[in-house]
């Protein structure tokens, strides 16, 4: 079963954020807990856990990209 990891709420002041990178590649063994992607808000870098376990399928953002709150960024195998 795949599962679409939503990008949280990361800052209280904007729904906005800047998307830094990711921590694991496509092909990658993900756990929950584990930190996922990095985003930035008012100049301060937060790293972000995944929810699921699984194997990240796809990638829908790219380093630099303005993301929003509950935007659609990755998909994951579930497992």
């Known amino acids: ?3 679409t990891v939503t990008m949280p709420k ?3 002041k904007s729904d906005e954020v800047i998307f ?3 921590t694991k590649s496509v092909g990658d063994t993900i756990a929950a ?3 996922l992607f990095e985003v930035e808000t ?3 870098v937060s790293e972000v856990e995944s929810n ?3 194997v990240l399928v796809e990638t829908l953002v ?3 990209d303005a993301v929003q709150t509950g935007e659609a960024i ?3 195998d579930i497992l």
Do not use: R, S
């Open 1 to 3: 079963m795949q599962q």
């Open 10 to 12: 990361i800052n209280p």
């Open 20 to 22: 830094g990178i990711w």
């Open 33 to 35: 807990g584990e930190v």
């Open 42 to 44: 008012d100049k301060v």
């Open 52 to 54: 699921f376990n699984g």
């Open 62 to 64: 790219k380093e630099n």
């Open 74 to 76: 990755a998909i994951i």
